[in-house]
DNA sequence: TGAAATGTTGGGGCG
DNA sequence: ACGCCCCAACATTTC
């Protein structure tokens, strides 16, 4: 009798799953795990969203299977855990953040048995390359590539088959005690965790995905898939997702499958180019002399800039989590390029807050937004806060919601409150730098500043 | 997946 | 009718 161990991290979920299918298929008994890693809890808040999230989605599968749920180093348990159910394989599919690389590396050496599939991406960082076998590191050629290669095998998308009766029913030993164990809290999000609630999204994002593309940067038309969670954490499949989009034709399915393509685009970055995680993309931008203060940074952090969309956006983030792709980039220029703060220290609370957080998009953003990046816009692209709010939020219902203390003012004067005079201050109720504060620096100044910031650094 | 500055064009008002 | 000016609308370049 054949023993297989499924080793569950990113894919928390029971079908369309690379490693379950091959482990169902070549065992006679299935067992899954999943570890909490200490080394990643030491570095979040008690109550971090994301660890309920998880809970959540273990929580599901537990309902079906059973599942050994640890906390500790990984590398320890699962070998332990390996000789302790008298385990013959392990399997797992394969993870391209460089801590996940090593980790996994070490539990491969110590085990032997061990079979990795790839089931996180359509295409792994090796597999869609320049015709002389080097990376892409621009976006639109990697694209172009990915789709050749996507239709070349035509448009064929494997479903791997899990076999449910061959994996070992557990007992329900989950509980909510496992928080304390860990020091956390048990939070209630907005988006609760697991393939059900994951499969209800995707099928009613189905319902709209033809306007994705006219709707998607309009905070307030609710455009996007909120997909993204559920996929970072595998309650449901890639393919799953570009499955969708191939299910009718239309401008918003092509955008959604292109904003996948972006997904493995900075995968197939963090895999080739590890360094991105410290440093610059680009070396000759490593010397930027940030001007931005710490006040500044708290100030973006909390929402009280004074910019109403960025602030907006900002508490939006606190609340629940999530952020509109569109305004991620809007304040990430604003930071970078208005409060002249090092895009680290972005990078870093968005990775803190994020539900969605995932190293290689989150630092392709980043980079991205920050011009230091590979498939770089140029440094004097700068966004203007003002003029993205009124294209892309024009009524001000997005900063109403989250700022509702500037609800009351016109949808000329909500983009930018310092401009109103006093009587439509007064009318609206809304008392700057009482009850919203003034713009913590001048949009102008701070740009020619940032333009003479990049410019001398680059020469 | 920008924005501002600068340049060009063309229509209308007006002497 | 004509030239001139103004300026909006659009195009190009510059950051």
């Not at 989590?321 to 220290?345: E, H, I, Q, Y």
């Not at 009524?395 to 016109?410: A, Q, V």
């Given at each position: ?16 799953h ?190 709209k ?33 570009i ?44 010397g ?78 980043w ?26 939020d ?8 989250w ?32 009850d ?13 500043k ?7 650094a680059?020469?």
């Amino acid at each position: 009798m054949k023993k297989g161990l499924v080793w569950i991290r990113r894919d928390l979920r029971l079908h369309d799953h690379a490693a379950l299918s091959a482990a169902t298929k070549e065992c006679d008994e299935v067992s899954l795990v999943f570890v909490f890693d200490k080394k990643i809890l030491e570095k979040l808040e008690p109550e971090d969203r994301r660890v309920s999230f998880i809970y959540e989605a273990l929580l599901e599968i537990e309902e079906k299977v059973g599942v050994h749920t640890l906390v500790g180093d990984p590398i320890k348990l699962i070998p332990e855990l390996f000789k302790k159910l008298k385990i013959d394989h392990l399997y797992f599919n394969r993870d391209y953040e460089p801590y996940a690389l090593k980790r996994d590396n070490k539990v491969i050496r110590e085990i032997g048995n061990v079979s990795t599939y790839k089931d996180s991406v359509f295409f792994e960082p090796h597999e869609v390359l320049k015709g002389d076998g080097s990376p892409y590191t621009v976006f639109t050629p990697y694209k172009r590539r990915w789709l050749e290669a996507f239709l070349n095998q035509g448009k064929n998308i494997s479903d791997y088959k899990v076999n449910l009766n061959k994996i070992k029913k557990g007992n329900s030993k989950l509980k909510l005690e496992l928080f304390k164990k860990m020091g956390f809290q048990k939070t209630q999000n907005t988006l609760v965790g697991g393939t059900s609630k994951g499969k209800k999204l995707l099928s009613s994002f189905g319902k709209k995905i033809a306007n994705y593309d006219k709707t998607r940067d309009f905070p307030a038309m609710e455009g996007t898939s909120n997909l993204s969670v559920y996929i970072r954490f595998g309650c449901i499949s890639i393919r799953d997702m570009i499955r969708l989009s191939l299910k009718n034709k239309s401008s918003g399915h092509d955008i959604w499958l292109s904003e996948l393509i972006w997904r493995e685009f900075y995968q197939m970055i963090l895999g080739q180019f590890p360094h991105v995680v410290k440093k610059e993309f680009k070396p000759k931008y490593e010397g930027i002399p940030w001007s931005g203060t710490t006040k500044e940074f708290n100030a973006w952090k909390e929402g009280r800039t004074g910019f109403p969309i960025v602030d907006a956006a900002m508490r939006c983030l606190n609340e629940t989590g999530m952020m509109p792709n569109r305004l991620r980039m809007v304040v990430a220029s604003f930071l970078c390029k208005t409060l002249l703060v090092d895009w680290k220290k972005g990078e870093k609370y968005f990775a803190s807050k994020l539900l969605d957080f995932d190293l290689a998009a989150n630092n392709g953003g980043w980079q991205w937004s920050s011009s230091t990046g590979c498939d770089a816009q140029p440094y004097f692209r700068i966004f203007n806060p003002y003029s993205q709010s009124q294209k892309f939020d024009g009524e001000g219902e997005f900063i109403k919601k989250w700022c509702p203390e500037l609800s009351s003012l016109n949808s000329k004067k909500i983009h930018q409150p310092d401009l109103a005079d006093m009587i439509e201050l007064a009318e609206a109720g809304c008392t700057l730098g009482k009850d919203y504060p003034f713009p913590i620096v001048s949009y102008t100044k701070s740009r020619q500043k940032a333009l003479k910031m990049y410019k001398k650094a680059l020469s």
